[in-house]
């Protein structure tokens, strides 16, 4: 494993050099800038918005979620059951971790960035290429799931209420990642718990991510173009709009909606419906005037688990079968690259 540049934070660059011109590591190739007038950025209005809530027919909502997820691979979700302050408190321990703690105390915190996904406060990928673009992005990565793997003592110990918001949240994401997973296996005409069975324990991180604002937003990227690699990511983010889509070779912005919870389907949710539903490809960029929070709560199989096409979809099979472990160690390996990792494993 190659590591790429110095482990500095983006947020020390950011209140250092208030200013002008951000460092050349940082700065993307002109194809990838999101001022590249050809991925004008459209709002999202055409994005789905999806309301879980209440006595809903079962068979038309999983038809607006099998549309949603055939179409995009993303989708808002609105009455999900997730209480609103809950929701609230999780952005507001995340911004005062970032903004009100001193950099010395946050780097206590600090990942093992020779490791890929290691627990802790980060900043950019990892990737082999030593030409690599730099993200303007500084994050904390929390295990939370299985219960094995929580250790809320690695966490920020301020504010207070920081580790148990961690822990409230993350037991709710993962109660709405279930249930969106089995509404998507009943939208295929598969038994409601075929993905959450493929998928076997789940493997939940939260990632907490922030953007600092960037003296040069049209040269940088927040988060490189990827699409996530595991089943299914639930996403919120602070009133600062910056996540996008891709959508028919353009760039579509994510509005923040407040309280709604944004969905992502990854790689495996690909592979496992063959293709029918397709992940999403996404990234963030930067903003001139603010820095920007969001909370992404992913949702993988154990390392050991081996996804494939779900018998009978849409036959023939269109992608091998993958062993998760092996997915995740090529995409650090290769990095994205442009391209999508799924491709590789077309058939
Ligand atoms: C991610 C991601 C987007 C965002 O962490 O995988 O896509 O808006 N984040 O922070
Ligand atoms: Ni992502």
Known sequence: MEVVGAPIRVQSIAEKDLKLEVPPQYIQPPENRPSKPSNGNATDHKIPMINLGGDRDVNLLCKEIGSACSE???????????????????????????????????????????????????????????????????YFDHHTFPLSRRHPSRWPHFPPNYREVIGEYSDNMKVLALKLLGLISTSLGLSSSFIEESMGEVYQNITVSYYPSCPQPELTLGLQSHSDMGFITLLIQENVAGLQVSKNDGWVTVNPVSHAIFVILGD?????????????????????????????????????????????????????EVVYGDYVQSWYTKGPNGKRNIDALLI
């Open 72 to 138: 995009w691979g993303a989708f808002h979700v609105i009455n999900h059951g997730v209480s609103t302050t809950l929701l609230d408190q999780i952005r507001k321990v995340g911004s005062s971790f970032f903004e009100d703690f001193p950099m010395t105390e946050k780097l206590r915190y600090a990942c093992d960035s020779t490791s890929p996904a290691s627990e802790g406060y980060g900043s950019r990928m990892l990737v082999a290429s030593d030409d690599a673009v730099l993200d303007w992005r500084d």
């Open 268 to 320: 495996q949710t690909e592979i496992i419906t063959n293709g029918v539903y397709k992940s999403a490809v996404h990234r963030a960029i930067t903003n001139g005037e603010k820095a920007r929070l969001s909370v992404a709560t992913f949702h993988d199989p154990a390392k050991t688990v081996s996804v494939s096409p779900a018998p009978g979809l849409q036959p023939p099979p269109k992608y091998h």
